[in-house]
């Protein structure tokens, strides 16, 4: 659920009404609601409630500072995946006992940063990135509390590119070499094996993936111990999915705790969640402005304002996000419209064949669940300036992050001596 209805057929973000200000500060623009993000992190804590569990919140689905502050408000730790995310996450406040390191690239310089700032885990996803980290760890004098990443190979998540878990995808450690890396890794003097880690995709509608996966977990902690290894943590990561548009139900949290828990019960280890889009998904979206409405030969086109240098995900996924209008006019006509930005490629779109109802160019409309990986996978491709994010907050708002300026925008480019 989350807090943006229509208030007399105008579109409202809690008590802040959309069209006025789209007037007041141009589109496009996203616009997030703090209670939906509170109410988003409380369901599913609440869904854990009586087990010893971290929610740490997966930084890339939405890396807001101002986001990163409400959640840490809410004592949610953070998973990261690069030097970048970290430093966000500890500016906004949360702590570095609570902030989980994952991805297959560490670099030797984010392993040092992370390690200086004291991270509850680093989750391991191969045996190089083993070594490594013991070896940074030793030269700071450390030891560095791993997880390894395992590859159970189960099929999941919403699309192909956000599936992790097969075999054939480059994330966690080969399923039958897992015991013999955490046999190397209590070899390893600066390392200290706490738990057993995986994230099998995204967007995940059903289950059923799910508990193939964390059985196979469960059944490998069983072999660890046996092997005489202290597995004290299972971070199950994230991927629980949304509902992106009419007649989609995934899973409810309480259901996918119920099922965890059934499945963890005897393992007596604490758990970590990685959830990303549960959170932030339904807590934004992108307000745009139709432009032009364009009659082509075989479809009719709304032009917008908004492009996938803004959002991405129909372009990258072929993914759905409902389109609304901010003012609605119960009586207009519908007919079929591909939604599709300026942005000088045919894969920029945001919705095709789409039945919609008939709008006037200056007219605002909402493309929804665009809360997480919207603004954190925008680009400023075509040089069209990052979008700003608006938070709300009752009927306050803020600007949390405004437009850049040109001079902004090309800050960081020089022209070479030798050009005069
Ligand atoms: N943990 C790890 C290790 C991950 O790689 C991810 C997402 C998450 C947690 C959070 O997953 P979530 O709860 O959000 O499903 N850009 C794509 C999604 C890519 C997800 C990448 N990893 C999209 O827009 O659909």
Same mark, same amino acid.
């Given at each position: 659920m989350h807090h943006f209805d229509y208030r007399d057929n105008r579109l409202h973000a809690e008590d802040v009404d959309i069209a006025a200000l789209a007037n007041k500060i141009g589109t496009p623009f996203y616009i997030y609601s703090e209670a939906t993000f509170r109410r988003h992190v409380k369901v599913f804590s609440n869904a854990f409630s009586g087990t010893d569990a971290l929610v740490a919140y997966s930084v890339k689905a939405n890396s807001n500072l101002a986001v990163l502050r409400i959640l840490a408000s809410e004592g949610t730790g953070?998973?990261?995946v690069s030097a970048g995310e970290l430093a966000r996450a500890l500016h906004a406040g949360i702590p570095a006992d609570k902030i989980v390191f994952s991805g297959v690239g560490k670099t030797t310089e984010e392993m040092e940063a992370a390690l200086n700032a004291g991270i509850y885990q680093f989750n391991v996803e191969s045996a190089p990135e083993l070594e490594a980290l013991d070896k940074v760890a030793g030269e700071l004098k450390k030891h560095? @509390?791993?997880?390894?990443?395992?590859? @159970?190979?189960v099929a999941a998540g919403g699309h192909d590119k956000i599936s992790t878990g097969r075999k054939e995808d480059k994330f966690g450690v080969a399923w039958g070499s897992a015991r013999a890396l955490y046999a190397r890794a209590r070899e390893l003097e600066n390392i200290e094996v706490k738990g057993v880690d995986l994230h099998i995709g995204s967007q995940i509608a059903d289950l059923a993936p799910f508990e193939a996966a964390f059985k196979k977990a469960a059944g490998l902690i069983a072999d660890l111990r046996e092997d005489g290894c202290r597995i004290e943590r299972l971070d199950l990561g994230g991927g629980l999915g949304i509902p992106y548009g009419a007649g989609e139900i995934p899973p409810h949290p309480d259901d996918y705790a119920q099922l965890i828990k059934r499945v963890t019960a005897p393992l007596d280890v604490q758990l970590i969640f990685e959830p990303g889009?549960?959170?932030a998904g339904n807590a934004g979206l992108l307000v745009t402005k139709l432009v032009y409405v364009k009659e082509g030969e075989a479809r009719k086109f709304m032009i917008v304002d908004a492009g996938m240098n803004d959002l991405i995900r129909p372009a990258l996924y072929d993914a759905h996000h409902d389109i609304i209008p901010v003012t609605r006019d119960l009586d207009a006509k519908n007919d079929r419209y591909d939604v599709v930005g300026p942005v000088c490629e045919s894969s920029d779109f945001i919705a095709k064949a789409r039945t919609l109802p008939d709008m006037k160019p200056g007219e605002f409309m909402a493309i929804m669940s665009a809360g997480a990986y919207g603004a954190s996978q925008s680009s400023q /491709?075509?040089?069209r300036p990052l979008i700003p994010e608006i938070l709300v907050n009752g009927d306050? /708002?803020?600007i949390i992050r405004r437009r850049p300026t040109f001079d902004e925008m090309t800050?960081?480019?020089? /022209?070479?001596?030798w050009m005069g």
């Open positions: 953070a998973d990261v560095a @509390p791993v997880a390894i990443r395992v590859n @159970p190979d889009r549960m959170i /491709y075509n040089s306050e /708002y803020a800050a960081l480019e020089r /022209y070479p001596e």
